[in-house]
Structures are given as structure tokens and as C-alpha cells.
């Protein structure tokens, strides 16, 4: 055991570092560390320009444009894009259905889907989840039937997180109404362009418009848009799910956030000295920061286990990040309202609010502005990508084995 | 001691919330509120008016009604619940409180009718940038024109109900630096005064404020509410009062939306069964429902101890409801959207307006860690 980086490692860090610094435009960078929305065109640019480098899909297979590194390599990238404030490439594509099409899929789907997931030449997002199905998600109502050399698709997905940029959705559907629960999903991708698909927003309490409903009204798919075997879309979901649990902790994002707190809390006054002078503020600061690093050593750790595991299945562990990597998020967001105070007060509505006036904050005080709606934006994470308490379930079978 | 209401105070209880059943059972009629002009409705303002609601506070000699802090308790418990956006806080426990506070009687004989009958609406102007949880940082100045008048100058932040507000109740420096304690001075401005400039906007939890900016703008002798001797203690006994009410109002939201959540724990199916049969969230219902009644106990608490005369002992108490209102409301709040999940989330269901509010209360007049410091450095309650 030797828990040092090597030099070649530090190297490795520096490259990437100077890398996102110089590469990814300044003003999306900032945009993300102050909790601002990115526009589509953003996402997309910082996208492709890490695409173009050969970091935008690290983690895939070399042959699909993967890096071949080592997990610690693997590690490290993910902390300095995050750390830095570059925007993850679109989970949706490299972390979720990238991998499953891998996995999978077949020759042509890969040949046929990968490249351009890999660029975002297409945009995807995520149906699994409908008003009746969150938690349970194998009680899925959305039906594909069979006809000829098509699915045709009817039903309703929701909380579709940025549907309304999307090309492409992969879907789970129900193809065997009459198998018990798990064993009649299929996966299916699904053109956005497709008659028949609606997409409606859904306004989140912040005033954000990043999750919408999509509607399925006889949607023709072709049967080559199956992944995997027809009924076995079960097998895909686990797997897919398992992935976004361990991109979900977000550790070099809260790092980041830990050292905004710090500076903002150096500039704001209470009384007649900084906040972050005040004793009781800089013990949760620091008490935050201690959790933040045993998260990291467990990811760290969950990743050296998994270097060793056979099967290809999730590693039940990685429900631990997911639990403390979404809570100690909502930690920081909390903090850096708390140093905003009265100032978070405030609200500044986005231009599809004009009914209520647009108002520009002061320019110094723009940091406060986003502090409150990030944080009720933030209960998101211990919700979404399995609620924290279908975490602990998974944790209580799969790991204690109630 | 006695924690049941007497007839005319449960008669005060139903009529409120009869009225506000009405006008805010349905989320829609608020969002449609927030779009009138004023950022509320001015209709309901006059009902309010015709029940009496705007007197309650101030003495009968004055025009009001001569009524108690238990009966503030009452409307502000029923504003919370309904999550209603009348500027009741700014005007009638806020402004109308340092009016109350200031003994200047030709004011409140001048005033109290025009509030009562709901044709006046005041907000109290004294937050600035700069100043955070510090009552007495206050930087806009007051210059006394030798004739018992005053030139005020300065920047006034977030005024709740700023924008809407007729009148201004203002505090300036009249002498002392920044965050001395003496030298504040209580000043009544008209909102359309020349040198008056108001940016109004909304607030996170579907409230107005207003960033006002004063600039030269003159005060006449009669105007002066209080003056430099007396204004901090008048502003903090104001101050003091409306902490009571907003607990209340924090008591009224965090009941509505645990309500809110046990109704959809026993309703929302998954795995085939409600998801209120799963225990661990029985469980966190139940340390909800803890919180809740923690909360109420000490919104009472507040509310009794905010006629106490002893200024240390008034001030402990209320730094002690506002550590509980804001322990509990978050726990609370944030135990309710996660309970909800997906649907928690959303502007279109009420849960998530109940937790902003409640989140914007713990933002007013000093968060939980401020009061726990301030309780702290009193050498704590006892
Ligand atoms: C901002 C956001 C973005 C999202 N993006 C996407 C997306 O892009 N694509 C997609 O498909 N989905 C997405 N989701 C949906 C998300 O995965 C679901 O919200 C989540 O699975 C929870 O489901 P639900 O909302 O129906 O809540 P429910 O399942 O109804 O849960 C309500 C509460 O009950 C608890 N609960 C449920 N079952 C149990 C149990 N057995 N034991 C203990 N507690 C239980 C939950 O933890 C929760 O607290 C998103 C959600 C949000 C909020």
C-alpha cells in the first residue's frame, strides 16, 4: 500500500490541469463555480473541446476513443475537471448510454451511435422514470409493441432532465405486459424527431427549466433501436444505474465549492470582522471539508475494490458516495447561502419570467443571487439517480444482507 | 397559565382562516396574486381591513383595536399556513411596531386610521448591505437642518414590501459611526418623496422587497418618528415582535407542509403499497412532527416574552425561538421535499413554496447560528 501519488501521476494532474485552464473559455468555468446555468451552446462547446483532446470519453474502450489510463488516472481527471469548473461531459451521453451501447450493443449500434455520442453531435437524455414510476422503476407503464420491423411506443416519461435540448432518448419500455415486473422492459433509443413525441417543461422551485415530461403517442421505432435482448432492458437499466451512482459524487465540484465559501466568506463582513473569522462558521466550513475528504479516500477506495471485481455489475459500495457525495452538495450550497444572508433574498428571474421584471442584481452582489436557488435546486441530489433512501436500501440487502 | 384560545380570539382564528381557505386554498390563486400590480392582492388587503386585521396591534385611543400579541400570533400562524403575501409583516408588526414603539402620538393618531381601514401601507427601511444581522449598522445619515428637521442620505437593502409601500419608515444616523448603538434616528418618509428611488423585484419566496435609495430627501419636524435618543430601542422592540410573528408565520408553514407530506405519504404508491408504510419514512415523519411541536412550543414562548419591558431578557428569549424556528424549519422543509420526492421539486406543488418561505425566514433578522452566537454571549437563556 502506498497512498502517494507518484510523480508521473502529478504530472499527469499538471497536463490536465493547465489543460482545462487554458482550453475551456474562462466564462463557462466561472459560470459553473457560481452555480449559474449553462446555456446548450456552452455545454456543447466545452463539450467538444474537451472531445477534441480525447477527454470528453477517457473511461470508454480505447477503440471507441477511450484513454486507456489507470483508475488512478481515471481519478484524477474527474477531480480536475471538476475542481476546475469545467462542465462533466454530458453524463447522459458518456456516463449513461455510451457505456450501455458498449456493453450491449450491436457492431452497427456502436458504429452507428458511438462516434457522435462521444462528440455530442447528438444530444441524449434519459427516460427511465414516469409519474408512477421513481423508486420502483420496473413498474414502468410505457408499452412497446411489436409491429413488423418497428416498436410502437405510447406512454409518458417525466423529470426528463434537459429534454428540451435533446436528439436522442433512450428509453426503458415494456414489451411482455404479461412478464412479472423486471423481465418485460426493453431498452430502446429513440429519436427526439420521431411524430408523436411531445416535450413539455416542468419549472423546478428554483425558477430553473431543466426537467420536462415526454409524451409517447404511437412513436414508431425501428427494431434495430432495441440495445440488448428484447425483455432483458432490466439487465441495462442495473447497469446504467450503477454507473451514475458513482459519478453522482461529485467530489471536486464540493471541493471547489469549499474554496469558494472560503474566499466569499473572506470578503463578507459580519459585524466588524470577515464571516469566515467567525468561530462557529469556519468550524462547519472545516467539518464539512473533513467529510469531503473521507468521501474522497472511500471513492479512492471503492475504485482500487473494483479494479478486482470480476462481474461487471456495480460495485454496492458506490451507494456510500452517492449518499454522502449528494449530501455533503447540499452541505456547501447551504453554506454559501448562510454567508449570503439577507442578500440571498433576492430573486432574479430568468427571461421566462417576464412577468415578473427582469431585475439584474447589483453587480456586486451578483455572487449572492444564485446562493438561494442553488440551494433549493440542490435537494435534487439526494433524490435523483435512486433516492438516498433506495441507496440505503441496496446497502442494507447487498452489502449487510438483511 | 393557559395554552386555549378564549372565544373571541378562536371567533378571530376561524374567520381568518376561513377567509384565507378561500383566497389560498389553490396555489394558482397565489401565483395569480403575485402577478397584480401591487405583488399581492389589494382586494384581499381590504378584506383583511374589514376583519379587523390591521388594527389588532395598536391601541384603541389611536383607532386600532387594543389587542394583544396572542391575536398577532393567531393571523401570522394563519399567513404561514396559507403562505399568504399581504405585506402584513411590513406594515402592521414591522413599521406599524416602531410607530407603536415611538409614543409619538400625533403620528399614530395621523396614521392608525388611514392602516386600519387598509388605505396605508408602510414598510420599514432599515436593512443595508453592509449590515447582515446588526441591527444597529447603519450607515444612510441623518442631517439636522437646525429646525427640527433632517436631510437623509443613504442606501436601504431588500425592504420588505419596499416597492408597494406608501410610506417609508426610515432609520438613519443622526451621530456616531457605523454600528454605534446610540445616534439612530426613526424617520418617516413619504415613498414618493423627491430623492426617493425604489428598484423593486421579487423575492425568493414569492414576496416584493425593494432596493430604496435616499438622496437628499427632506423630513419635516412632525415626521421624525423617533429621534436619536431612542430610535435603536424602538426599532429593536419592533424588530423583536415581528420575530415573534414570523415565528408564528414559520409555525403556520411548517404545519401546513408536514400536513402536506403525511396526506402524501398515505396516498403516493410504489412496490404496490404507500410509501408511508416504508418505516424509515414513518420515522422521519414522526421527527418532523417533533420539530413542528418544538417550534410551536417556543413560538409561544416568543410570543409571550415580546411584551417582556427587561430589553436582555426580551432579547434572549427571542434568539432562542429563532434558533428553534430555524433548526426546525429546516429540518423540517427539508425532510418535506425529500419526502416527496420528484414532485417536491417542482414550482407547481405547493411543498416547495412552504420551504422557501421558511427558508427566507430563517434569513430574517439573523439566521440560527446568529442568534445562537448573540444567546451564547448572554451567557445563554437562564
Ligand atoms: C431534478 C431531477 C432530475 C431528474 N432527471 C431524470 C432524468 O433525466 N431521467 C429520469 O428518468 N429520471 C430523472 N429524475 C427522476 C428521479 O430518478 C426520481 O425522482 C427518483 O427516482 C424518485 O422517484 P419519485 O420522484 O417518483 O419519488 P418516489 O419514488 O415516489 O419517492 C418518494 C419518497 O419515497 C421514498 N421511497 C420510495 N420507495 C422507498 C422504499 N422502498 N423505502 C424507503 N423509501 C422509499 C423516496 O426515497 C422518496 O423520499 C430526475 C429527478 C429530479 C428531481
Redesign the pocket.
Known sequence: MDLRFSPEENAFRQELRSFFRSAVPETIRAKVSENRHLSKEEMVTSHKILHAKGYAVPHWPKAWGGADWTPVQHYIYTEELQYNGVPQPLPFNVSMCGPVVIAFGTPEQKKRFLPRMAALDDWW?????EPGA????ASLKTTAVRQGDHYIVNGQ?T???LAQHADWIFCLCRTDPEAKKQLGISFLLIDMKTPGITVRPIQ?MDGGR??NEVFFDDVKVPVENLVGQEHRGWDCAKFLLGNERTGIARVGYSKQRVQRIKELASRVMAGDRPLIEDERFREKVAAVEVELKALEMTQMRVLAEDRHRKDRLPNPKSSILKIRGSEIQQATTHLLLEIAGPLAVPYQADSDDAQFGSNEPPEDLEWAAPAAPAYFNYR?TT????????QR?ILAKAVLGF | MDFDLNDEQRQLKDSVDRLLADSYGDLAQRMGYMKEPKGYKAALWQQYAELGLLGIPFAEEHGGLGQGLTETMIVAEAFGRALAIEPYLATVVLAGGVLRHSGNAALLEELVPAIVEGKLTLALAHQERQARFDLADIATTARADGKGGYTLEGEKAVVLAGDSADKLVVTARVSGARADRSGIGLFLVDAKANGVTRRGYPTQDGQRAADVTLSAVRVTPEAVVAGPDKGLQVLERAVDEAIAALSAEAVGAMGGLHELTVDYLKT?Q??GVP?GS?Q??QHKAVDMLTALEEARSMAYYATMMAAEPDARERRKAMAAAKVQIGKSARFLGEAAI??????G?TMEYKAGHYFKRLTMIDMAFGDTDHHLRELAKMGGLT
Open positions: 437524455c434519459q427516460g427511465f422514470s421513481g423508486s420502483d422503476l416519461k423529470w426528463t432532465t423546478t431543466e426537467v435534487k433524490i435523483y439517480g435512486g433516492s438516498n433512501e433506495i436500501n | 403516493r410504489q412496490f410509501i416504508f424509515v419514512l425529500q419526502l416527496h420526492g420528484g414532485i421539486m
